[in-house]
C-alpha cells in the first residue's frame, strides 16, 4: 500500500521563501527565473531552486570520478560552502575503509596544497533501508547511521531561510532517507541533488545508476524531500584529458590528480560529478522540468519509483548539461594560483 504524501515537508522552503519574499515587498518569485527581489534575498541564479550559495553536504561511497575535486575547488573560490562529506558503500565500492581511504589522500592533498574549508570525511555504515509490510515510511526501521546524523546535524546549523542545505548525492539515497527517519524536520532544512536513473519518455526513472541500490530510500526521499534528480551524465575523461596533465599545479593536489587521471572511468554514467555541478556552477544546467512522483507508481524492490512531469511538481529533473563548460571551469581552477590562496 501506497504511504500517504506529505506536501508540507515536500514544499516547505518555496512556500517559506514566498511568504519571506511577500512579507519584505518583493516583485513575484519563481524557481529558475532570473528575477532579483528587492529584499535583498535574489532568486535562484541558474535553472534550479539553489546555487552556489546554498552550503552542500558530500555523500558518496568511492571516487573514480571528479565530484570531490569539484567539491573542494568550489568551496575555495566562491562555491558552495562545504558542511560535510559522508562516505558510504555500494555495490559499485564495496570496502568501506577502502572508499575512505581514497578520499582521505583527497584531503590530505588539498590541504596541503593550501586549500582550506574541508571537512573531515566520515565513514557512515548503512544498509539499504527495509519497506515494512504496512508500506508506512514512518515504520521504517532507521540504520541510525553516521552520515544521516550528519545530514540531520549540519543542516540544523547551516540551512536558513531562503538557503536550505544541498546534499549532492552520487551513491545511494540511503542516508539521505535514514536522515528523515531520524529527523522528520530535516526535510524542512534539506534540498537533495542526486546524480541518479535516466530519463524516459515520459519524465525520468530511478533506476541504474544509483537509483536501484536502495529503493525504498528513492521512495522516501521523492514522497518527504525536495528533490532534484541529474539523469543527465558525461564522460568525466572529458573534463581532464592527458594532454592537460602538463599544466596541473605543482603541488600535492596537483600530483594527486594526475596519480588519478588513469583511473578515471570513461564511462558517462559514472559522471557523479554531475549532482555538484548542478548545485554549485548555475551554467551547468541547461534543461529542466518540474515533476511529481507518479501518483500510480507502486513499490518495486529493484527500482524507484518513476518520475512524471507536473508544472507545479515538488521535484526537478535536469535533462540538459553544458559538459563543455564544467570542463573548461576545472581546468582553470586547478591552473590558477588565486584557488592555493597565492
Known amino acids: 500500500m501506497k504511504s500517504a504524501r506529505v506536501p508540507l515537508s515536500a514544499v516547505r ?22 528575477v532579483t527581489t ?58 568501506l575503509n577502502d572508499n575512505l581511504a581514497a578520499w582521505q589522500a583527497l584531503v590530505t592533498a588539498a590541504r596541503d ?19 515494512p509490510s504496512s508500506g508506512n515510511i514512518d515504520a521504517t526501521t532507521a540504520n541510525g547511521s553516521n552520515g544521516a ?11 536558513a531561510p531562503g538557503r536550505p542545505v544541498v546534499v549532492a548525492v552520487g551513491g545511494r539515497l540511503t542516508d539521505v532517507a535514514d536522515a528523515y ?30 537509483g536501484e541500490l536502495d529503493p525504498w530510500a528513492d521512495w522516501i526521499v521523492t514522497e518527504r524531500f525536495q528533490y532534484v534528480q541529474v539523469s543527465a551524465y558525461y564522460a568525466p ?38 549532482a555538484v555541478l548542478a548545485a554549485g556552477l548555475p551554467t551547468f544546467v541547461t534543461a529542466v ?11 518495486d524492490s529493484k527500482s524507484g519509483p518513476a518520475l512524471v512531469p507536473n508544472d507545479s511538481g515538488p521535484h526537478w529533473l535536469v535533462t540538459g548539461i553544458d559538459a563543455a563548460t564544467a570542463g573548461a571551469r576545472l581546468r582553470q581552477l586547478l591552473r590558477d594560483p588565486k584557488t592555493y590562496g597565492e
Open 181 to 210: 527517519l531520524l529527523d522528520p524536520t530535516v526535510t524542512e532544512r534539506v534540498v537533495v541533488v542526486a546524480s541518479l536513473g535516466s530519463g524516459s519518455a515520459n519524465g525520468a526513472v530511478m533506476g541504474a545508476p544509483n
Open 13 to 34: 522552503w518555496p512556500a517559506l521563501l514566498a511568504a519571506f519574499l511577500t512579507a519584505c515587498g518583493t516583485r513575484t518569485l519563481d524557481a529558475g527565473s532570473d
Open 38 to 95: 528587492d529584499s535583498g534575498l535574489d532568486a535562484p541564479h541558474g535553472l534550479l531552486p539553489v546555487d552556489e550559495r546554498n552550503p552542500v553536504i558530500l555523500s558518496n561511497d568511492g571516487t573514480g570520478n571528479w565530484y570531490g575535486l569539484y567539491s573542494i575547488l568550489f568551496a575555495n573560490t566562491g562555491g558552495p560552502r562545504l558542511g560535510g562529506i559522508a562516505i558510504n558503500t555500494s555495490a559499485y565500492a564495496t570496502n
Open 237 to 274: 575523461t572529458l573534463d581532464l584529458p592527458s594532454s592537460e596533465l602538463a599544466n596541473l599545479p605543482d603541488n600535492a593536489l596537483g600530483a594527486f590528480v594526475a596519480s588519478e587521471q588513469p583511473s578515471i572511468a570513461d564511462v558517462p554514467t559514472m559522471a557523479d560529478q554531475v
Open 289 to 299: 522540468e518540474r515533476a511529481e512522483q507518479d501518483p500510480k507508481a507502486t513499490y
Open 113 to 131: 596544497s593550501g586549500l582550506r574549508g574541508i571537512p573531515e570525511p566520515i565513514g557512515s555504515v548503512s544498509v539499504p533501508l527495509v519497506r
Open 149 to 159: 546524523q550528519l545530514i540531520v546535524d549540519v543542516s540544523a546549523q547551516l540551512a
